[in-house]
């Protein structure tokens, strides 16, 4: 597709569910990312894909985040057990390989809110 | 790990006037990258910078990267309110070449 696509846009969670947020990168691109914006602040790296391959996944907060890319372009971030501090914007982002001398676009957000 | 310093933390500006935002790393800059984020959007890509002394414009945004590759600056001239929205400075983390570090952002006010 045009741009890096989200879904859903916005999502209400009652505490203690679980949600799922899939991310469609630009066709062709090997890297993908996942970042946690909180209001106010900016974003926060979760974790980082390199096709398949989950590379680094040292800021996921805890053991109820986990992330997926099976096919090297799907990716998927699921949340266990929701809490409140889980409300955020969840942005994914994609490039074709890393960040260096190339360009990071970023989706729209999945915009989570645990009630 | 390295942090990122945005200041001011949030600007209001009247029309046409120019303004300047700063970025400022706690550590060398191996890449800096400059995003605009409208409220409940996602972030657009502006700018990115490498070396030192590095200079970039695109339409009325100019961005700088110093020679010692610890602080950039944005520039507006002649602001409208289009240019209105957040403004994040994001720095490849330890030369990682994935992992960005972002500063809080800077929020824009343009009054027509």
């Known amino acids: 597709g045009a741009g890096v696509s989200q879904s859903p846009r916005y999502k209400v969670a009652k505490r203690g569910q679980d949600v799922a947020l899939r991310c469609d990168p630009i066709s062709g691109h090997v890297s993908l990312f996942w970042y946690q914006q909180a209001l106010g602040q900016g974003p926060e790296f979760l974790t980082y894909f390199q096709n398949e391959a989950q590379l680094d996944k040292s800021g996921l907060p805890s053991d109820r985040f986990f992330a997926e890319r099976p096919e090297g372009s799907v990716s998927t971030l699921k949340i266990q057990r929701t809490q409140q501090e889980d409300s955020a914007v969840y942005l994914c982002a994609s490039s074709l390989l890393g960040i260096s001398g190339n360009t990071i676009y970023f989706g729209e957000g999945s915009w989570l809110t645990v009630v | 790990s390295q942090e990122l310093e945005q200041s001011p933390q949030s600007l209001i500006v009247q029309e046409g006037k120019n303004l300047t935002i700063n970025c400022t790393s706690s550590k060398t800059l191996y890449g800096l990258y400059w995003y605009k984020q409208k409220y409940g959007e996602g972030l657009i890509f502006l700018m990115m910078?490498?070396?030192?002394?590095e200079e970039k414009s695109h339409e009325k945004i100019t961005a700088k990267l110093d020679e010692k590759k610890q602080q950039s600056s944005l520039h507006i001239t002649a602001s409208q309110p289009s240019h209105a929205g957040i403004y994040l400075c994001g720095a490849d983390s330890g030369g990682s070449n994935y992992k960005l570090t972002f500063g809080k952002g800077t929020l824009l006010t343009v009054n027509p």
């Open positions: 910078l490498q070396k030192g002394g």
